[in-house]
Nanobody
Framework: QVQLVESGGGLVQAGGSLRLSCAAS????????MGWFRQAPGQEREFVAA????????YYADSVKGRCTISRDNAKSTVYLQMNSLKPEDTAVYYC????????????????WGQGTQVTVSR
């Protein structure tokens, strides 16, 4: 069974930073892509960032570009999302996802999902 478990969310003031972690099991770390999505109340789940298996290529949504960094530690089967200069509009549940295919920018590209971790940015 494939499992993805997110951690690192919490409450932070605007301008602060958080580092989210996604621990993967079930051979998922050999898959081409790992990504982060987020979903705010009443909104669609949106793409945040993705990284390919070798860690050499990363992709970011315009809304977080320059403020977030996705990275991958294959030895620990863990993907990270470092978020800096957080804004109230970053408040959402953040989900880790794994893709077995070669597309990584859309919800339907991913095959497995974690349960999410809440990020709340106060003013």
């Amino acid at each position: 069974q494939v499992q993805l478990v997110e951690s690192g969310g919490g409450l932070v003031q605007a301008g602060g930073s958080l580092r989210l972690s996604c621990a993967a099991s079930g051979r998922t770390f050999s898959w081409p892509g790992m990504g982060w999505f987020r979903q705010a109340p009443g909104q669609e789940r949106e793409f945040v960032a993705a990284i390919i298996w070798n860690g050499r290529n990363t992709y970011y949504a315009d809304s977080v570009k320059g403020r977030c960094t996705i990275s991958r530690d294959n030895a620990k089967s863990t993907v990270y999302l470092q978020m800096n200069s957080l804004k109230p509009e970053d408040t959402a549940v953040y989900y880790c996802a794994a893709a077995r295919g070669s597309n990584y920018l859309y919800f339907e590209d991913y095959d497995y999902w974690g349960q999410g971790t809440q990020v709340t940015v106060s003013r």
